[in-house]
Each structure stands twice: as structure tokens, then as C-alpha cells.
């Protein structure tokens, strides 16, 4: 089995800093594309950013400038930096990863969310 597990979340200021860690951890053959999304309160989730495992990148327009996804191949890991943050970023954050288990088998997973909350 695969396990996203994801650290960082808590409060934030506005104009803050926070960052995002997600380990992926189990049957790993190879963890394909890493993302993060997010899901406000009566809202749906939203792909915030992704990376390749080449390292290449796609942001949602609204925080682009803002948000930096990296991630380390070696660990498994994915991070999401957070800067400028604002009052509308409040929502769950989610990891997701594409895994190939095996060769011929790749599945998407998500982490547990972390709780991110942007207020003064």
C-alpha cells in the first residue's frame, strides 16, 4: 500500500510564510506527478500546483508569485512554500501523487488534508 503523509498546515498570517511537506511512503516503484490541492469550506478541491518528476511546474492563477512546489525524488517528498499569504488560502491542503506500485500499475492517492487557516 501507499501512504501520503502531510506536515506543515496550522495558522497563518496574512503577509506570512508557511510551508508544506508531503512524504510518500510504502510500495513505491516510482512516484509520477506530485501535487497539492486545496478545498474550502462549501466549496470543491482545487489544484493549487503540480510537478513533474522532471521537476516542471503548473500553478493556479491565484497564487502564482506566491506559491513555490518543489520536490525531492530521493525522499519522495513534495513541499509547497507559501509566501504573501492571504485570508482566502484558508482551506484544507491535500497531497496528491500519481505511484506506480509495479511496472504495469499506477494509482493516484491523497494524503489525510492539513488544515491551513490565514488570519490575524
Known amino acids: 500500500q501507499v501512504q501520503l503523509v502531510e506536515s506543515g498546515g496550522g495558522l497563518g498570517q496574512p503577509g506570512g510564510s508557511l510551508t508544506l511537506s508531503c512524504a510518500a511512503s510504502?510500495?513505491?516503484?516510482?512516484?509520477?506527478?506530485m501535487g497539492w490541492y486545496r478545498q474550502a469550506p462549501g466549496k470543491q478541491r482545487d489544484l493549487v500546483a503540480s510537478?513533474?518528476?522532471?521537476?516542471?511546474?503548473q500553478y493556479a492563477d491565484s497564487v502564482k508569485g506566491r506559491f513555490t512546489i518543489s520536490r525531492d525524488n530521493a525522499k519522495n517528498t513534495v513541499y509547497l512554500q507559501m509566501n504573501s499569504l492571504k485570508p482566502e488560502d484558508t482551506a484544507v491542503y491535500y497531497c496528491?501523487?500519481?505511484?506506480?506500485?509495479?511496472?504495469?500499475?499506477?494509482?493516484?492517492?491523497w494524503g489525510q488534508g492539513t488544515q491551513v487557516t490565514v488570519s490575524s
Open positions: 496528491n501523487a500519481d505511484v506506480q506500485t509495479s511496472r504495469f500499475v499506477k494509482s493516484a492517492y
Open positions: 510504502g510500495s513505491l516503484f516510482k512516484v509520477d506527478l
Open positions: 510537478i513533474t518528476r522532471g521537476a516542471s511546474t
